[in-house]
Structures are given as structure tokens and as C-alpha cells.
């Protein structure tokens, strides 16, 4: 059987790139790729943690299947902003993006 | 071991795509290697024995979510400049960061031991899942769809061309 530490440290890599997606990327849809990628992560997580915690029960799925949930919304949301942003300025720079900065 | 083998090309497939979904510079080849990684991710999930996750995996992200950034990046062609740096100012900062950050977590995570039960998971957990969503979690499952609705509308509205 495969250990539970091999899939914790796939996804720990997997979090870390996508960390570094969304910290260092100019452009907005890259960013919310990294996200999409750090959410993809927690959720093996919770899926391994249930196979190996305690698989008779459904806990850890539900929770796999609520974080996918909230993820479709979110990048529904995440790209009609870009959308909207982009109609409005002409860009999908993040750093074009500093009216808020005094 | 067979499955182990499996699970390393897998693994090592899902992070390269990902990684590639960070370092390449074309948005759209960045858009396919995403969904490249969402499927590494259904097939360990594959190998978690999560079959309903695996399937629901390849249905809304590579399903939905995938298309729907391809729709987004098309959408948005005009807004990206050429001959800009792909990565902000920060990069080499944010790299050592994260690189702690990766340490760190592998260092705890192999150091933990982690209680493992042996049990298997039950033939008709498919059942059981969709009788927790009716029983148990109804709640956050009603909060699920007035999210999803909300979002939904919300999109619309703020995508929408206005006059």
C-alpha cells in the first residue's frame, strides 16, 4: 500500500507551486490557475486523510466534494472579473491594477 | 510494488504539468497543462480508491473549470503585452519563501506519524455519500447551491456588457 506521507508531500509540492503561481504571475488568469491548483491540493489532502483516517465514514468526501463546490463558484466569479476588468482598463496585468494605492 | 510505481509517474506528471502551468509563457498552453494536472489529481484519487471524486474531478474542473479559463484568456487576448516580464519583481524573494514553506511542510509531514486505520472503504459508499448529503450535511449542501446560485448570478451580472 502506498504510505499517506507520499501523498501529504505531493500535495504539499503542489501547494507550493501554485503558491508561487499566484505570488509571482502579472497576469490575473495565471494567478487564479495558481489558486485552482492550491485548492487541488487541499483536496487531495482531505482525500487521503479520509482513506487513511477512516474510510467507513463519508466525512472526509463531503468535505472534498463542498471545497469543489466552492471552487466552481469561485472561478466563475474569479474570470468575470477579469472579464470586467479587462473591458473596463484594457488589461489583465495585476500590477495595472493600483487605483486603490494612494 | 506496481501501485507504487504508479503512484511516482503519476505524481511526477501532475507536478510537472503544474509547475508548467506556472513557468510557461503562453497562456494557453498554461490553460492545457492545467487540466493535464487536474487529471494526475482524479488519477491518485483513482489510487486513493475515491472513484465519485475521480469522476467529479475530470467533470467540473477539467469539465468546467478548464474551459471556462480557455473562454477567459480568449476573452481577454488584447490585455496581455508583449515583451513583459512573466514574473513581478519578486519572483527570486517569493521563490526562497516557498521553498521554506516546501521544506518545512515535508519536513513535519514525514516526521509525523500519522494514524493509519486498515480498514477498507464500503462497497456502496456512493449510497452512503448521497444519504449524508440528505441527512447529516443537509445544511451545508443547501449552502452549497445558494452559493452556487449567488455566484452564478453574480457572474453574470458583473461579466455583463453594460450600455
Not at chain 2, 91 to 104: E, K, P, T
Not at chain 2, 110 to 115: I, K, S
Request: with cysteine; charged share 10%; net charge neutral.
Amino acid at each position: 500500500m502506498i504510505p499517506l506521507s507520499w501523498f501529504l508531500i505531493v500535495a504539499a509540492f503542489l501547494f507550493c507551486i501554485g503558491l508561487y503561481g499566484v505570488l509571482v504571475r502579472r497576469n490575473a488568469i495565471a494567478v487564479l490557475m495558481g489558486i485552482e491548483l492550491m485548492l487541488n491540493a487541499v483536496n487531495l489532502n482531505l482525500v487521503a486523510f479520509w482513506r487513511y483516517g477512516g474510510p467507513t465514514e463519508v466525512t472526509g468526501q463531503v468535505f472534498a466534494i463542498i471545497v469543489i463546490t466552492v471552487a466552481a463558484a469561485e472561478a466563475a466569479v474569479g474570470l468575470a472579473l477579469i472579464i470586467a476588468m479587462y473591458r473596463n482598463r484594457q488589461t489583465v496585468n495585476v500590477e495595472d491594477l493600483d487605483t486603490l494605492k494612494g | 510494488m506496481l501501485l507504487q510505481a504508479i503512484f511516482i509517474l503519476v505524481s511526477l506528471a501532475t507536478l510537472g504539468a503544474a509547475l508548467l502551468v506556472v513557468l510557461t509563457r503562453n497562456l494557453f498552453h498554461s490553460a492545457l497543462f492545467l487540466a493535464a494536472s487536474f487529471f494526475g489529481v482524479a488519477a491518485l484519487y483513482v489510487l486513493l480508491e475515491a472513484e465519485f471524486l475521480a469522476v467529479v474531478q475530470v467533470l467540473i474542473y477539467v469539465g468546467a473549470i478548464a474551459t471556462l479559463i480557455v473562454f477567459a484568456i480568449m476573452l481577454s487576448r488584447g490585455g496581455v503585452q508583449r515583451g513583459v516580464p512573466l514574473f513581478n519583481a519578486e519572483w527570486a524573494i517569493v521563490a526562497v519563501g516557498v521553498a521554506l514553506l516546501g521544506g518545512v511542510l515535508i519536513v513535519l509531514l514525514t516526521q509525523v506519524a500519522w494514524p493509519v486505520s486498515q480498514a477498507a472503504p464500503p462497497a456502496d459508499l456512493i449510497a452512503r455519500l448521497g444519504q449524508a448529503f440528505v441527512g447529516p450535511y443537509v445544511i451545508p449542501f443547501e449552502v452549497a447551491s445558494a452559493l452556487l446560485v449567488t455566484a452564478l448570478i453574480g457572474a453574470i451580472l458583473i461579466a455583463r456588457e453594460r450600455e
